[in-house]
């Protein structure tokens, strides 16, 4: 009997211990632990951090440190940590804080319409870990330039607008092999054979592509744009596009804020190489991150004879075309009294 009523003993002792630690666990790994009133938040741990670094990342979020660090020791955080962007959802438990934080989550980095090259470095490293600095080394270096046929003026070229998936963490080598074999997806042999025919390498594809898309944002009136620039370069004639006179404008008083609405006679003198009334041929790089529809206006241009278009005051946001320079100036007349009806001063 005095065995029995010891065994009882024993076993209850053992389920209360049992009880208490199962009670002290639950509290310290499954219970909530944010403080944040949102539904969920994203946190962002550089390269090579500690963890005393992601305390402090952790530190607006989360109620009691002191749990999170215990089952970051029970699960072997704390000599592990993982660089990258982690999702945390509102109540999580410390337990679950820290599985988040093993599971690094993609972006999707987007870029388009960058005037300039550094202007797209800010907008990339606006998005994921490597700054403009990095970028810049990694993307304007000489061997890099060499090896993919281009230069500082036309290294935009190297950069397809598109949305990507990479990790927040990529470095700088990942992000430039990933760009690089989406360059050459992107030049396949069809537009590549497209380019060879119009004589034109793929960076002034894409040269000549910003300046179309730039001229008109109406996609369905780009390959008659494209057309037109590729007679008068087939001609030998200057482009005469109003769009690189503004960036010529920009560039030379470094005033990429400058708002032109109108070109004026003055500024066509604008010593540039990016002025293309005062030279031939294409200038040295793009004046813009084209579409890709105005890259593949230029590779599928409408076969016409025209060499000369003016903005239409009667089909707003496209342009007449005309084939001879007397019937041009009728339609530029036409347009420059309209422009003087709305006071355009610059």
């Known amino acids: 009997m005095?065995?029995?009523?010891?065994?009882?003993?024993?076993?209850?002792?053992?389920?209360?211990?049992?009880?208490?630690?199962?009670?002290?666990?639950?509290?310290?790994?499954?219970?909530?632990?944010?403080?944040?009133?949102?539904?969920?938040?994203?946190?962002?741990?550089?390269?090579d951090s500690k963890y005393e670094d992601i305390k402090?990342?952790?530190?607006?979020?989360?109620?009691?440190?002191?749990?999170?660090?215990?089952?970051?020791?029970?699960?072997?955080?704390?000599?592990?940590?993982?660089?990258?962007?982690?999702?945390l959802k509102k109540g999580m438990s410390s337990f679950s804080i820290v599985r988040a934080l093993r599971l690094n989550i993609p972006v999707k980095l987007a870029f388009n319409n960058q005037e300039k090259v550094q202007d797209l470095f800010v907008r990339i490293a606006s998005q994921i870990e490597p700054d403009t600095t990095k970028l810049n080394e990694i993307f304007?270096?000489?061997?890099?330039?060499?090896?993919?046929g281009l230069n500082k003026d036309n290294i935009m070229s190297f950069f397809i607008p598109n949305s990507y998936e990479f990790y927040w963490n990529t470095s700088p080598e990942e992000l430039s092999e990933k760009l690089t074999k989406e360059?050459?997806?992107?030049?396949?042999?069809?537009?590549?054979a497209k380019a060879k025919a119009l004589n034109l390498s793929p960076a002034q594809v894409y040269t000549l592509a910003s300046i179309v898309h730039k001229e008109t944002a109406k996609a369905d009136e780009r390959p008659k744009v494209a057309?037109?620039?590729?007679?008068?370069?087939?001609?030998?004639?200057?482009?005469?596009?109003?769009?690189?006179?503004?960036?010529?404008?920009?560039q030379k008083s470094n005033d990429w804020n400058l708002v032109v609405k109108r070109?004026?006679?003055?500024?066509?003198?604008?010593?540039?190489?990016?002025?293309?009334?005062?030279?031939?041929?294409?200038?040295?790089?793009?004046?813009?991150?084209?579409?890709?529809?105005?890259?593949?206006?230029?590779?599928?241009?409408?076969?016409?004879?025209?060499?000369y278009f003016c903005a239409s005051v009667?089909?707003?946001?496209?342009?007449?075309?005309?084939?001879?320079?007397?019937?041009?100036?009728?339609?530029?007349a036409k347009y420059a009294e309209w422009v003087k009806k709305q006071n355009y001063k610059r």
Not at 183 to 192: A, C, H, M, S
Not at 263 to 270: G, K, Q, R
Not at 314 to 332: C, I, N, P, Q, W
């Open 2 to 47: 005095e065995a029995k009523k010891l065994f009882i003993r024993i076993i209850s002792i053992g389920a209360a211990i049992i009880i208490i630690s199962g009670g002290y666990i639950i509290n310290k790994a499954f219970t909530g632990n944010t403080k944040f009133e949102v539904e969920e938040v994203y946190v962002y741990v550089p390269t």
């Open 56 to 87: 402090k990342i952790l530190a607006p979020y989360i109620e009691n440190q002191s749990k999170i660090d215990w089952v970051a020791s029970k699960r072997d955080y704390n000599s592990n940590v993982k660089a990258g962007k982690f999702l």
């Open 140 to 148: 304007t270096n000489d061997t890099f330039l060499k090896e993919n």
């Open 183 to 192: 360059y050459k997806r992107f030049w396949n042999d069809g537009r590549l």
């Open 227 to 250: 057309g037109v620039y590729l007679n008068r370069l087939n001609k030998n004639m200057p482009l005469q596009a109003d769009p690189t006179v503004i960036f010529a404008l920009k």
């Open 263 to 307: 070109v004026m006679h003055n500024d066509l003198i604008v010593n540039s190489p990016y002025n293309t009334y005062k030279n031939e041929g294409l200038p040295p790089g793009p004046i813009f991150m084209p579409d890709v529809s105005a890259i593949d206006a230029v590779l599928n241009p409408e076969k016409h004879n025209y060499l």
């Open 314 to 332: 009667e089909r707003f946001g496209y342009h007449e075309f005309a084939t001879d320079f007397s019937a041009h100036l009728k339609v530029a």
